[in-house]
Antibody, heavy 119, light 111 residues
């Protein structure tokens, strides 16, 4: 059974930092292209960051609103995806999902971890 | 690419049809000839789930009362007979051009 389990969310003040994790099981993580997708309350999903598999080059991309503040990484030995969130803003408040990519779609999603940025 | 859905809310009667439209700000035909346009369904408290991909192909386990159509910039999701489990928010998504983008969602609820 495929499982993606996010953790690390919480309440943080503007300017603060958090590190999100996504533990993956049920498929070969090292071959997967992985993304973080966030969803603000009452809004549609928004892609945040993507990391390719190392065998495909490991290219990393970021959405414009988070570039320079967020860092995506992966540890294939631990089957875990990470997202380091720095210089957080209130508009970063959202449920953060990790998702795997397959055939031009997100084929598996976690349940999400909530990040709330408020003073 | 901006994805715009209509309507934003759709109250429907059980057993009746429902239809949702999505328009993209530019053509979703990829240079390889495919159109990477999908529909996703999200129930309350759950992550989105893939429903339809490449305009009209149903994902594994999706009932045949769901159908997708369209081309270029205009796409439609139809539910032939709405059932109680179909409530939630439906999103269109494009993966033709990076970054992938989503519509703002259409909430389907029972009258």
């Amino acid at each position: 059974e495929v499982q993606l389990v996010e953790s690390g969310g919480g309440l943080v003040k503007p300017g603060g930092s958090l590190r999100l994790s996504c533990a993956v099981s049920g498929f070969t993580f090292s071959n997967a292209w992985m993304s973080w997708v966030r969803q603000a309350p009452g809004k549609g999903p928004e892609w945040v960051a993507r990391i390719q598999s190392r065998t495909d080059g490991g290219t990393i991309d970021y959405a414009a609103p988070v570039k320079g503040r967020f860092t995506i990484s992966r540890d294939d030995s631990k089957n875990t995806l990470y997202l380091q969130l720095n210089s957080l803003k209130p508009e970063d408040t959202a449920l953060y999902y990790c998702a795997s990519e397959y055939n031009w779609n997100y084929d598996h999603w976690g349940q999400g971890t909530l990040v709330t940025v408020s003073s | 690419i901006v994805m715009t859905q209509t309507p934003l809310s759709s109250p429907v009667t059980l057993g009746q049809p429902a239809s949702i439209s999505c328009r993209s700000s530019q053509s979703l035909v990829h240079s390889d000839g495919n159109t990477y346009f999908s529909w996703l369904h999200q129930r309350p408290g759950q992550p989105p789930r893939l429903l339809i991909y490449e305009i009209s192909k149903r994902s594994s386990g999706v009932p045949d009362r769901f159908s997708g159509s369209g081309a270029g910039t205009d796409f439609t999701l139809k539910i032939s007979r709405v059932e109680a489990e179909d409530v939630g928010v439906y999103y269109c998504m494009q993966a033709t051009q990076f970054p992938w983008s989503f519509g703002q969602g259409t909430k389907v609820e029972i009258k």
